[in-house]
């Protein structure tokens, strides 16, 4: 298994604690962001686009220095990518990887206002019908979906995903058996959690990169081929 655990900070230390109330991540100067209830776009041919923020429990949009250092690092396997946002949220992750140059997206929020919030935005950008909003929950979404095999499109599996679930659900070792089989051969995987918390993920998982900031620690894998 290949875990992380919380160890010698990898980036900027983060700003204020999160109050229990609104436990908004670290941002783009390491504390929360510069604009309260808004994320933007940071790089691609969406670039500079805001992104409502709603007030929604559990909802921590990943902060524009961590998306910058990640997106870095994703570089070569963007172009044409088949992205599944797993619990989108404000959509920062999927539609920051479309800007990109992902093919498309495939974004699952399971509260129905920030699902019609990412519809509303998604029809308002050119080239957003690549995004396809899902409400529905997580884990009953990925259940219903067929295992990756041979084919193409979704069939064929994601290319790369993104799980980035509220903090306090503990939902991580759950999706792992769901999402894993619906990923293709050589997928990426970025996994956001908190700093002190143990992911364990299936041998066959390499960790390509990894970084923290005080309060999130944050790891991109890649799927070793058979």
């Known amino acids: 298994m290949n875990t992380f655990r919380r160890g010698p900070r990898g980036g900027a230390d983060a700003g204020p604690p999160r109050s229990p109330r609104n436990p908004a991540k670290p941002g ?23 992104l409502n923020v709603a007030e929604a429990p559990g909802l921590r949009p990943t902060s524009d220095r961590v998306r910058e250092t990640l997106f870095n690092w994703l570089i070569p396997a963007l172009p044409g990518a088949r992205v599944l946002d797993l619990f989108a949220g404000s959509g920062a992750l999927g539609m920051e990887a479309l800007s990109r140059g992902a093919a498309s997206a495939v974004l699952v929020e399971r509260d129905p206002a920030l699902a019609a919030e990412l519809r509303a935005l ?67 995987l ?10 364990a993920l299936p041998a066959q998982w390499d960790r390509h990169r990894e970084g923290a900031t005080r309060e999130v620690r944050y790891a991109l894998y890649r799927r070793r081929p058979a």
Do not use: C, M
């Open 28 to 50: 783009a100067d390491g504390g929360h962001n510069a604009q309260a209830g808004k994320v933007r776009i940071i790089g691609g041919h969406w670039r500079g686009t805001r």
């Open 122 to 188: 998604a029809g308002r950008l050119q080239g957003g019908e690549a995004a396809q909003v899902v409400q529905a929950d997580a884990l009953a979404w990925l259940a219903q979906q067929p295992p990756a095999g041979e084919g193409d499109g979704e069939a064929a599996g994601f290319d790369l995903a993104f799980v980035d679930p509220p903090f306090a659900a503990g939902l991580w070792d759950a999706v792992w058996p769901l999402l894993l089989p619906r990923l293709a051969p050589s997928a990426w």
């Open 190 to 199: 970025y996994v956001e959690a908190p700093a002190d918390a143990a992911i």
